[in-house]
């Protein structure tokens, strides 16, 4: 008997269940992925507490988007260059730390967003108290 291929929203549903099989499967394996739900949770907090305004919030969460979006996708690199060159290999280290780079300009460039958003937020914080 010939199995039947999934329709096309079955194709879909698929798809999303694959993807966030993907997105578990990084978060329970890297600890650097953990410590990035982590800092976005408490920003998020920040921007609640804060009252941030929908442009703030669209910079904040293209911010935290391109972080878990670089580590995911260093998590992939990782995991093929382990699959296909298990002993040491300079171009598979090399490899590695070019996609480990990228997560770090991501990083980078989450924080710049991040205190262009908050520092005035924080400043007046500051000047109540003060």
């Known amino acids: 008997m010939e199995r ?4 096309f929203i079955r194709s879909r549903l698929n798809s999303f269940g694959y993807a966030l099989k993907g997105i578990s499967a990084a978060f329970r394996s890297e600890a ?6 982590l800092s976005a949770g408490a920003v998020v907090a920040a921007g609640f507490y804060f009252g ?7 910079v904040i969460c293209f911010a935290i988007g391109l972080v878990w979006m670089a580590e995911l996708f260093n998590t992939a690199l ?30 980078l460039t ?5 205190l262009l958003v908050f520092l005035p937020y924080l400043w007046a ?6």
Do not use: C, F
């Open 4 to 7: 039947q291929r999934p329709t």
């Open 110 to 114: 989450a924080a710049v967003a991040g």
């Open 52 to 58: 941030l305004t929908n442009m703030e919030w669209v």
């Open 125 to 130: 914080l500051l000047q109540m108290y003060t």
């Open 32 to 37: 650097n992925m953990r410590w990035h739900v």
């Open 78 to 107: 990782e995991v093929v260059v382990n699959l296909v060159s298990p002993e040491r290999h300079p171009l598979a280290g090399k490899a590695k730390d070019i996609a480990a780079g990228a997560v770090l300009i991501a990083s």
